[in-house]
C-alpha cells in the first residue's frame, strides 16, 4: 500500500471516532436538558438526512477538487455543528449540520481510493477502511460514554482557558469541547494526503443542473450490468446493518430479558463480527471474485431469523459475532465492485454519492418496514421473522438477477475474465 493509504486511515479513524463519540455526547446533551425521549431517537435520522437530501451535490463537490480538501472541509463543517451545540442551538440542528460534513466525507474518503491506489488493491483497501471505521464506531461509543460519566467530567471542568468564560460547566459540553480537538486532528491528516493525478471536474454554476445529472449516474450504475448487482447488494446491506441495531436491542430484552445497557454491549459484539469479516474479506477475496459471495447475504437473512431461537447469552456472543462476520465478508468485495464501476462510469465522487442516497434510502425503507411489522401487531420475534425472511428474499432475487445476467449478456462474463488477469498480473 501507498504510504498516502495510511494517511487517509488515520483521518477516517479519527472522523468516525469523533462522530460516534459525539453521538453520545449528543444523547446525554438532551437528556440532561430535560429534552423528550422522541429528541434523543431522533437524532439518527437527522444525522443521515442529509446523505438523502445532499445526495445529488455532495459527489459532484468531491469530484471537483483534491480529495484531502474536501474531507478538510467536512471536518470543518462537522466543527461547526459541534461549536452550535456549544452555544445554545439546539443539538438537533446542530447534529444534523455535523451529518452534512459526514455527507461531503463519504465520497471523498473512498473515491480516493480509486484514485490512489490500483484496482487489484481496492478490495483489500476497502477491508482495511471498513475495518477500521468499525473499530473507530466500538471505540468512539465507548470513549464518548465514558466523556459524559462523572470522573471524566470533573476531570475536563477543572480545565479552563485563562481570562475566558468558556461557559462550559457541564459534562456532555465539556465532551463536546474535547472532541472539537479530535475533529481538528483529523482535519490536520487530511491536510497530509497526496495529491493525485485524476482529473478534476468543475461543478456547473447552476447547481440545479446537478438533479439530472445524479439522476443519470444512479441510472446509468442500476443499468450496468455488474454495477446493478454491487449496489443492489451493498444497499442491502447497509440497509440491514443500519437496523441490525434496533433489532438486536428489541431482541435481547425479548429472549434475554436484557436491558437497554446490556443490550448495547450485543451490538458492539455485532460490530466486532463486522470488523473480523471484513479484514478476512480483504485477505482472501480478489475483485473477481467479488459476486461469488452474494449467497452470504442469504445466510445473513436467515440468520436474523435464527436469533429467535437463542435465549442463551453464552450462545448469542458468538452467533451475532458470525452474523457481523459473514455482512462484513460481503460487503468488502462487493464494495470494492461498486467503486471499480462507478469510477468507470461516472467518476469516484459521483458514484459513491449515488451508492449513499440508495443505501440510506434503504435504511429508511427496512426501519419503515420493521416499524410496520411491530405497529400492526407482531411481536419482537415475529416483526424479526419478517425482516430476515425479507433480506433473504431480495437477496435471493439479486442471486438470480446475476446468473441471467452471466447467460444473456456475455459482456459481463468478460469484465470479469478481465479483472481475473488484471489480479493475476498484479500479484
Known amino acids: 500500500m501507498k504510504r498516502g493509504f495510511f494517511t487517509i486511515m488515520a483521518a477516517q479513524f479519527f472522523s468516525s471516532l469523533a462522530d460516534n ?18 429528541q434523543r431517537a431522533a437524532l439518527v435520522p437527522m444525522f443521515a438526512l442529509f446523505y438523502v437530501i445532499l445526495a445529488p451535490f455532495v459527489g459532484a463537490f468531491a469530484d471537483s477538487r ?3 480538501e474536501v474531507m478538510f472541509i467536512s471536518n470543518a463543517i462537522k466543527v461547526v455543528g459541534c461549536l452550535m451545540m456549544l452555544f445554545g442551538t439546539h443539538p438537533l440542528l446542530s447534529y444534523a449540520i455535523v451529518g452534512l460534513g459526514a455527507a461531503a466525507y463519504s465520497p471523498a474518503k473512498y473515491g480516493i481510493l480509486t484514485e490512489l491506489l490500483p484496482p487489484s488493491q481496492l478490495v483489500k483497501a476497502n477491508g482495511w477502511i471498513e475495518g477500521l471505521t468499525i473499530a473507530s464506531i466500538i471505540l468512539g461509543v465507548l470513549v464518548g460514554g465514558q466523556l459524559v460519566s462523572a470522573n471524566a467530567a470533573n476531570l475536563l471542568l477543572t480545565l479552563d482557558v485563562p481570562f475566558i468564560d468558556t461557559g462550559i460547566d457541564t459534562a456532555p459540553e465539556a465532551a463536546i469541547a474535547l472532541l472539537i480537538l479530535v475533529y481538528a486532528l483529523a482535519a490536520w491528516f487530511n491536510t497530509r494526503i497526496p495529491q493525485t493525478d485524476a482529473v478534476l471536474r468543475p461543478l456547473p454554476k447552476n447547481l440545479v443542473a446537478l438533479l439530472p445529472d445524479f439522476w443519470q449516474c444512479n441510472t446509468r450504475l442500476w443499468k450496468d450490468r455488474l454495477g446493478q448487482i ?18 438486536v436491542l428489541a431482541w435481547s430484552a425479548a429472549a434475554l430479558g436484557y436491558s437497554t445497557t446490556q443490550a448495547s454491549s450485543l451490538v458492539g459484539v455485532v460490530a466486532i463480527g463486522t470488523a ?10 480478489k475483485l473477481y471474485q467479488a459476486t461469488r459471495v452474494i449467497p452470504l447475504g442469504i445466510a445473513m437473512g436467515l440468520l436474523v431469523v435464527a436469533m429467535n431461537f437463542i435465549t442463551n447469552v ?3 456472543a458468538p452467533f451475532l ?10 460487503v468488502v468485495p462487493m464494495n470494492a465492485l461498486l467503486q471499480h464501476r462507478g469510477h468507470n462510469l461516472m467518476g469516484a465522487g459521483r458514484s459513491i454519492a449515488v451508492q449513499n442516497f440508495n443505501e440510506q434510502a434503504c435504511i429508511l425503507a427496512l426501519g ?4 410496520l411489522s411491530t405497529g400492526l401487531g407482531l411481536s419482537a420475534f415475529g416483526a424479526i421473522t419478517a425482516f430476515g425472511l425479507l433480506v433473504a428474499g431480495v437477496m435471493w432475487v439479486i442471486q438470480k ?8 449478456h456475455k459482456d459481463v462474463v468478460d469484465h470479469l475474465t478481465a479483472l481475473a488477469k488484471n489480479d493475476q498480473m498484479h500479484g
Open 21 to 38: 463519540a459525539l453521538f453520545v455526547a449528543a444523547v446525554e446533551l438532551i437528556r440532561t436538558s430535560g429534552g423528550a425521549e422522541w
Open 66 to 68: 483534491a480529495k484531502g
Open 230 to 247: 454491487s449496489l443492489a447488494t451493498t444497499t442491502l446491506f447497509w440497509g440491514v446493518s443500519g437496523n441490525l441495531r434496533y433489532i
Open 276 to 285: 473480523v469479516g471484513a479484514v478476512v474479506a480483504s485477505l482472501r477475496m
Open 314 to 316: 453464552w450462545a448469542a
Open 321 to 330: 459475532i458470525l452474523l457481523g462476520a459473514i455482512g462484513g465478508f460481503l
Open 368 to 371: 419503515g418496514f420493521y416499524s
Open 401 to 408: 438477477w446475476h446468473a441471467h445476467n452471466c447467460v444473456a
